[in-house]
């Protein structure tokens, strides 16, 4: 039968029955770690899986990939601690507004839809994608797999110029009630934060990204066979810059020439990263994600907050 010949794995050199894979060059375990498919419900005997002949090797990247999976896993007491002080943390702003009204504050505020996004886990993280896309750990909260609009709200200004304020991802059309801050289970909760206080990710170059880790271990894939054929690169001189440039002469709206915002797919998957700039784009800073939920207590955005934009903008005119 053509579902039990066997193939070689790319990534872990095991024989595997080419029916069970999803992917014609890796086993169903390296699918599934590397790009998110579906497993094989292993049951072994005699050294191999009945169902898709993988022997249980593992790859050394799949190895560390293990590792690392299992350090970012909180422990029980961190867990209870964030329990005792997520009220704290969470967004006192209605961010949704910022994509709902035309003013905040004073000043005007437009949104920019950049396009879809698919999230075929649901396990999201959030980084500077020029700095720490391959090793950011992902969010405790989840959202549902699937594939949603990713929209950015600006602030226009001739004055100060365009700043992007926030990113929401849409996971549904319901309205958020609270907004929980996004939270790795790495953070620090030897001290309780005060009142508006709170963790996020780090940005050194003006740009941040959200996605499923999915996308990010294709990019992991793609990045290291560029590696291997060039050492010397690096991800935003000989890959992001002229894509950026590229896409804002297709869509100059609000973005300068070097590009302000992109949703790009590593090549050959599925998998799309969408990258912004932070705020104003102007290099550092430290940002918050928050995850929006409706009344029924289910997850229906996620939200990068780059500015609170009445306090920005307060004495401003």
């Known amino acids: 039968m053509a579902e039990n010949e066997l193939a070689v794995c790319d990534e872990c050199g095991s024989l595997f029955f080419k029916g069970s894979s999803q992917m014609m060059g890796l086993c169903p375990e390296c699918a599934h770690v590397l790009y998110g498919y579906p497993n094989c419900p292993h049951h072994f005997q005699n050294g191999r899986c ?39 943390l969470a967004c006192k702003t209605d961010l949704d507004d910022y994509f709902t009204e035309k003013v905040i504050g004073n000043m005007g505020v437009d949104v920019l839809d950049i396009g879809a996004v698919n999230f075929p886990t649901g396990t999201i993280f959030a980084c500077d994608p020029l700095v720490e896309l391959e090793d950011t750990p992902p969010f405790i909260q989840t959202i549902p797999a699937g594939t949603y609009p990713v929209k950015i709200c600006v602030v226009p200004s ?24 996004g939270m790795t289970g790495q953070e620090d909760l030897v001290e309780e934060p005060s009142e508006d206080e709170f963790f ?45 440039k590229e896409n804002a002469k297709a869509h100059p709206k609000y973005q300068g020439d070097y590009g302000d915002w992109l949703n790009w797919t590593v090549p050959d998957t599925d998998s799309n990263l969408p990258i912004f700039a932070s705020g104003s784009g102007d290099g550092y800073g430290y940002y918050p994600v928050y995850f929006g939920y409706d009344a029924k207590g289910e997850i229906c955005a996620v939200y990068v907050r780059f500015i609170d934009i009445e306090a920005s903008y307060k004495e401003q005119v």
């Not at 993988?54 to 050394?60: A, L, T």
Request: charge should be negative; include cysteine; charged fraction near 35%.
């Open 50 to 88: 009945v169902n898709c002949y993988w022997d249980g090797s593992k790859s050394e990247y799949i190895k560390k990939h293990d590792k690392q999976e299992k350090a970012i896993m909180p422990t029980t007491e961190w867990l209870n601690k964030y329990e005792s002080i997520k009220d704290k």
């Open 158 to 181: 001739e004055k100060y110029g365009d700043c992007y304020a926030c990113v929401k991802v849409e996971v549904s059309r319901e309205k958020p009630v609270r907004y929980e801050l």
């Open 200 to 244: 996020g990710f780090g940005v050194d170059t003006g740009m941040g990204c959200v996605a499923d880790i999915q996308t990010q271990a294709a990019f992991k894939t793609y990045w290291a066979k560029r590696l291997e054929e060039d050492p010397d690169i690096d991800p935003y001189n000989d890959l992001f810059c002229d894509l950026l």
